[in-house]
């Protein structure tokens, strides 16, 4: 499983806001077909995000990710759940992060990843730091490692 963070790491960390007060962020589409590609091969994903937002939403059902726990700053809690239904270890956890509340949970899991913009702490305790920013395609580049360490490319 893949478990992902949304903002700096789906996103670029922008969040914009319309005079309306509508809310916008930027999604890279070749994350979005690298996990539209990556769950046809196998892969699960979730997502757990700190700030609760209705674009969230909208782009998790339009990537069919089903699990997506939003309003929680304690990733490991939330997680939990996950474990539970899906009968994980850890150890077959992929979670993607960028900011120091996502550390708990980068932690515990089997392969931590980060974006090459993440805060510094972050990026010096994950096992694998991208080439490329947050909502740049960071998370298409741990997908296919991930699909070529299983020789599913």
């Known amino acids: 499983m893949v478990v992902l963070d949304v903002d700096g790491v789906l ?3 922008s969040i914009i806001y319309g005079s309306d007060r509508t809310e916008y962020k930027r ?3 070749h994350d979005g077909y690298g996990i539209f590609r990556s769950r046809k091969k196998g892969l ?4 757990i995000s700190g700030r609760v937002s209705k674009v969230t939403t909208i782009r998790a059902r339009r990537l069919e990710i089903a699990d997506v726990f ?3 700053e304690d990733k490991v809690s939330a997680f939990q759940e996950i474990k539970k239904k899906y009968k994980l270890e850890y150890d077959e956890v992929c979670f993607i992060g960028d900011d120091e ?3 708990p949970l980068l932690r515990k899991v089997g392969f931590s990843a980060a974006p090459a913009d993440a805060m510094i702490r972050v990026r010096n305790e994950v096992d694998h730091v991208t080439e490329t920013d947050g909502g740049r395609g960071a998370v298409r580049e741990v997908i296919d ?3 070529e ?5």
């Open 11 to 13: 996103t670029d960390g």
């Open 27 to 29: 999604f890279n589409v």
């Open 44 to 47: 699960l994903f979730s997502i």
């Open 70 to 72: 939003q309003g929680n």
């Open 101 to 103: 509340f996502d550390l």
């Open 145 to 147: 490692m991930i699909l």
């Open 149 to 153: 360490a299983k020789k599913l490319l």
